[in-house]
């Protein structure tokens, strides 16, 4: 069920539809914290905190935790998938296209030395080694939902910065319209590159626009480590409001173009995978409905699936983007 701000014609989801405080902190923590007089922060830091918690089962990665963000929309209330799930049904098909494939091929992925190439139509490409792009700007941590475009969804903590802040510091020219992400096509390292399943590398765009909206992130780690290599290790981008394929795991190059990129979903199937790709339940995929997802982690039984929202839930954050287009047909 939807609700329609007349205000400003955005759609929200119900409040009764958002997990309520006492089911994902337990009642009697809530009623603790609103005692110590400090609800508001208490509901504001609880999702980081549980990202913490979660970060001790994580073993071994480096930490790289990121202030809480203040970008509208960027911490998502929903409870956090566990980091298990996050961490071993992914999809990375140079890792192989089994949900288990990249958990258990990706540590043949070499993360360092790692370099960023930016160029295209920039007044100051330049190739950043990992570890400048990382220092660029202070890391976030957002509550992301993803949405894939298989019917089901996470919620994951990611840590990173607004890929707009890397946009800014590199001057786009007045004719860049699209920024094109190229990932990592290694075949003595990556099992599966040279498999037919897609043509290599696998690319990504986005409008330039979209990709200076403050929720695209550049994505650097999650759940207060840096990212697993199957989650896309060093470097990858995550955008909420499209299906979870337009996030490119392993950046190696972006690219300021003039011209809508091609993308490897797109040259594989044209008609089921468009250049936008945002999440949309209003359209369906041409083999299956687009209207409701299974989250991750909530697979019992009697497990309802969820409405999927326009936008994936960001809509009042992205709506404006695309406001007069025809989203049947820019699908
Ligand atoms: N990036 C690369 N390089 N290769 C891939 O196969 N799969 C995409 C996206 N990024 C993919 C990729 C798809 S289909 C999804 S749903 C998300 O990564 C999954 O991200 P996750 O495994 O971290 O949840």
């Not at 996050?86 to 089994?98: L, P, R, V």
């Not at 786009?172 to 990932?183: D, H, I, Q």
């Not at 945002?278 to 039984?301: F, T």
């Amino acid at each position: 069920m939807l609700i329609k701000n007349s205000s400003n014609g955005f759609v929200h989801p119900l409040a009764s539809e958002i997990t309520p405080a006492s089911v994902y902190l337990g009642r009697r923590e809530l009623m603790r914290r609103m005692a110590g007089g400090a609800a508001g922060v208490a509901l504001a830091s609880w999702a980081g905190r549980s990202a913490m918690a979660q970060t001790a089962a994580t073993g071994k990665l480096a930490p790289l935790v990121g202030a809480r963000s203040a970008v509208a929309g960027a911490v998502s209330m929903d409870k956090v998938t566990d980091y298990k799930d996050a961490s071993t049904y992914n999809n990375f098909y140079e890792f192989g296209t089994d949900k288990a494939d990249p958990a258990k091929n990706a540590h043949t992925l070499v993360t360092s030395p790692w370099t960023v190439a930016v160029e295209g139509l920039v007044k100051q490409p330049r190739n950043y080694a990992i570890e400048d792009l990382l220092k660029l700007s202070p890391q976030e941590e957002r509550i992301y939902r993803m949405r894939c475009v298989e019917g089901w969804s996470m919620v994951i903590p990611w840590v990173g910065y607004s890929l707009a802040n890397l946009i800014k510091k590199v001057e786009p020219l007045g004719s860049a319209k699209y920024v094109e992400f190229v990932t990592q096509a290694d075949p003595k390292t990556m099992p599966f590159v040279g498999s037919r399943v897609l043509e290599w590398p696998y690319v990504e765009g986005l409008r330039l626009d979209e990709a200076m909206n403050p929720l695209a992130l550049l994505t650097f780690g999650m759940y207060g480590q840096v990212l697993p290599n199957q989650n896309g290790a060093p470097v990858r981008l995550v955008v909420p409001w499209k299906y979870g394929f337009k996030s490119g795991k392993s950046i190696v190059k972006i690219r300021f173009t003039d011209k809508e990129p091609q993308t490897a979903w797109n040259k594989a199937a044209p008609s089921e995978y468009g250049f936008y790709s945002n999440v949309n339940p209003g359209v369906d995929h041409p083999r299956w409905s687009q209207a409701s997802e299974r989250r991750i982690g909530e697979d019992g039984l009697f497990a309802k699936k969820r409405k999927t929202l326009l936008f994936n839930g960001y809509e009042a954050q992205v709506g404006q983007l695309y406001a007069g287009m025809d989203l049947k047909k820019f699908f």
